[in-house]
């Protein structure tokens, strides 16, 4: 099992810049690969971003590829999403989630999610 909870999220100007955090616990940090994906009130939920289990590999969405950065501490058992020039279409309930290696562009082939954590961007 590994349980996640997210942190990070609130309301920024529009190009302001954020950074989510998620604290994993429950197995081994480098046994997992993890993935960010959002969802915006209407929408169906989103790829964000991926990232290997050793974080030697990541991929990002087109819409954020740029822009939003994922990495990992395996030491620290956290994974984030650096996040700068945002912009209002940004805004979301942001999820952090885990699997068996490999990673995983798609949501439902996630094990475990966090709670997420709202990010609204104003213009």
């Known amino acids: 099992q590994v349980q996640l909870v997210e942190s990070g999220g609130g309301l920024v100007q529009a190009g302001g810049s954020l950074r989510l955090s998620c604290a994993a616990s429950g197995r081994t940090s480098g046994s997992y690969a993890a993935g960010w994906f959002r969802q915006a009130s209407g929408n169906e939920r989103e790829f964000v971003a991926r990232?290997?289990?050793?974080?030697?590999?990541?991929r990002h969405a087109d819409s954020v590829k740029g822009r939003f950065t994922i990495s990992r501490d395996n030491a620290k058992n956290m994974v984030y999403l650096q996040m700068v020039g945002l912009k209002p279409e940004d805004t979301a309930v942001y999820y952090c989630a885990a699997k068996n290696p490999p990673s995983s562009d798609s949501w439902n082939e996630y094990n475990y999610w966090g709670q997420g954590t709202q990010v609204t961007v104003s213009s």
């Open positions: 990232i290997s289990a050793g974080g030697a590999t990541t």
